[in-house]
């Protein structure tokens, strides 16, 4: 099957720092990604979801400026967390749609996701 | 608007007996229904998925899940436990916007008892 790697798995940062993280498709094009956050023992809460060559589309309530992400080609998407503070602390996940036919029926395939902890 | 709606958080079952995990959906058109399995500090894996092509959807590691329009479910069903099968279950809708973005259920977390 598809495979989806994100990089870092784990990443410790400081309060006001920036972190990125990466999402890729490895043996696959995706002109769609989707960055998820998981709350301890909750359910995936869709963040954005990240076009190709275009601005990303933010799900309400989720902050443009705090959460950039970038998707400069079909196989690499990046969220950036910026001045990150403790309360960014999560699982964050991402997935990505392979081209297939543009329809429902195109599979997600999901990065196994990146642990933030902010001290 | 489609949802899903995952009764029961938390289900736990003896090893090698029915495991059965509920989701009820709301869709006002034919959904696309998935069931994700996500094991500590993981990513999600599909389980299996249905796609209008038929009711009874098999997927791996033994798990099925049937739909049925006239209760609004589908339920994941596996006749028999195993003790590989303790996780997080999520239930999951397609949407129909322009991205086909998932809307997941609220999760159920499966324990396998000895």
């Known amino acids: 099957g598809a495979v989806v790697s994100q990089h870092p798995s784990r990443v410790i940062c400081k309060s006001g720092t920036s972190v990125k993280i990466e999402c890729r498709s490895l043996?696959?094009?995706?002109?769609?990604m989707f960055w998820y956050r998981q709350f301890p023992k909750k359910s995936l809460m869709l963040m954005a979801t990240s076009n190709e060559g275009s601005k990303a589309t933010y799900e309400q309530g989720v902050e443009k400026d705090k959460f950039l992400i970038n998707h400069a080609s079909l196989t690499l998407s990046t969220l950036t967390v910026t001045s990150a503070h403790p309360e960014d602390s999560s699982f964050y996940i991402c997935?990505?749609?392979?081209?297939?036919?543009?329809?429902?029926?195109?599979?997600?395939?999901f990065g196994p996701g990146t642990r933030l902890t902010v001290l | 608007a489609q949802s899903v709606t995952q009764l029961g958080s938390h289900v736990s079952v003896s090893e090698g007996a029915l495991v059965l995990l509920r989701c009820n959906y709301s869709?006002?058109?034919?959904?696309?229904l998935f069931w994700y399995v996500q094991y500590p500090n993981q990513g999600l894996q599909l389980l299996l998925k249905?796609?209008?092509?038929?009711?009874l959807v098999k997927g791996i590691n033994g798990f099925e899940a049937e739909f049925k329009k006239s209760e609004t479910s589908f339920h994941l069903t596996k006749p028999s436990a195993h003790m590989s099968d303790a996780a997080e279950y999520f239930c999951?809708?397609?949407?129909?916007?322009?991205?086909?973005?998932?809307?997941f259920g609220t999760g159920t977390r499966l324990k396998v008892l000895a």
């Open positions: 999951a809708v397609s949407d129909f916007s322009g991205t086909y973005k998932y809307i």
């Open positions: 043996d696959f094009q995706a002109t769609t």
């Open positions: 869709s006002s058109v034919p959904p696309y």
């Open positions: 997935s990505a749609r392979d081209l297939g036919t543009g329809g429902p029926l195109d599979e997600q395939f």
């Open positions: 249905y796609t209008s092509a038929a009711t």
